[in-house]
């Protein structure tokens, strides 16, 4: 078990997981003793905290029931077109990427995607993406990985909740890109945290003995500032992968790379705003996708063969050493990313 500490920040101060085994090992005086340096340490945090500004209350919009109406008709005519009857004259594969994607999802995915691809019995493929998400080097080999597939056949890029930085990154390559109308979508941005914890360390007696076989072996750790050859090799590795980003971004939707930096601030849009701006196709369901799919493999009652990639569950703590590409503003709020190179 580990005690951890929020302090300045949001970052842990999971130095106190050695007060506890002290606590668990020691006598009764050296007990007392522990638990008073807890005591001074959790003051210490508390007194670090400021008070912040009272920020600008939102303005409630008014509710669109018409706008909600059309949509829930749309829903319920997909739905009943869902059903048709007569034989089925080909396969399209649902394969679905979701979650934060990291570097062990990889050879999952690109094992899927390449089965499909050497199946002539798969004529398309429904690209089913839920995610916020995940590094650099996942994000852009998964991406190779459904460009070499789209040699092959079709690809419909379709969410229904998230598809956001990278998760946007991968569908923006497809052949059509279909989204709900509440979905979150896009996210195009880089954003470097570095957590300088040295003042807490100084505060609370800490020392650091450092062994290391180059002056920068150590960039980005939390018991030291980064210094100004370190700031610029970062700031240089935030816009690779920004204009990376970007590019792929205009080459698969056919948009200028001045217009996609127009919308590259970071937010997510919902689906009907990516429809408006070009960075989607169709604001629609799943069955919106499939019928989409049909109509690029020329399909007129499509099989689905809906393909579950096993995630082995393993989850890593991102940390400074990781180029991210993803959305912070998602459910992983609550998960410490700082010290992390994070698109959002």
């Known amino acids: 078990m580990e005690w951890i500490i929020l302090g300045k920040m949001g970052e842990n101060i999971t130095t106190l997981s050695l007060y506890e085994h002290m606590i668990n090992h020691s006598g009764e005086s050296m007990k007392k003793v522990c638990v008073i340096i807890l005591i001074l340490m959790v003051a210490g945090c508390a007194e670090q905290l400021t008070e912040k500004p009272l920020s600008e209350e939102s303005t409630i919009p008014e509710p669109d029931y018409a706008k909600l109406r059309e ?69 852009t080999q998964m991406t190779y990985e459904v460009e070499r597939l789209m040699s092959t056949k079709p690809v419909v890029a379709y969410s229904g909740g998230m598809a956001a930085s990278g998760g946007y990154y991968i569908m923006s390559v497809c052949d059509r890109i279909v989204v709900r109308p509440d979905a979150e979508v896009g996210s195009i941005g880089v954003i470097f945290v570095h957590v300088d914890a040295s003042g807490y360390y100084e505060q609370f ?25 370190e700031r610029q090799y970062i700031t240089d590795t935030v816009y690779d992968a920004f204009y990376r980003f970007v590019y792929t971004v205009s080459r698969g939707r056919n948009l200028s790379t001045d217009a996609v930096i127009e919308h590259a601030d970071g937010l997510t849009w919902v689906g009907e705003e990516a429809v408006e701006w070009g960075f989607a196709d169709l604001v629609g369901n799943v069955d919106d996708a499939v019928r989409v799919a049909e109509e690029l493999t020329g399909l007129k009652h499509a099989e689905l063969v809906f393909v579950e990639i096993v995630d082995n569950g393993d989850y890593r703590e991102f940390n400074g050493e990781s180029a991210m590409y993803l959305y912070v503003g998602s459910t992983f709020h609550e998960v410490t990313l700082y010290s992390s190179l994070i698109p959002q």
Do not use: C
Not at 86 to 108: N, S
Not at 118 to 126: F, L, Q, R
Not at 205 to 229: M, P, Q, S
């Open 205 to 229: 007696g800490f020392n650091f003995d450092v062994i290391k076989t180059g002056v920068h072996k150590d960039a980005g750790a939390d018991w030291r500032a980064l210094d100004g050859e």
């Open 71 to 139: 949509e829930y008709q749309s829903e319920q005519e997909s739905m009943a077109q869902s059903f048709r009857e007569g034989p089925y004259d080909g396969k399209v594969a649902v394969i679905r990427i979701q979650g934060v994607l990291d570097i062990e999802d990889v050879m999952p995915v690109a094992a899927k995607l390449r089965e499909v691809s050497e199946d002539p019995s798969m004529k398309g493929v429904i690209l089913w993406i839920d995610s916020p998400g995940g590094s650099v080097a996942a994000v």
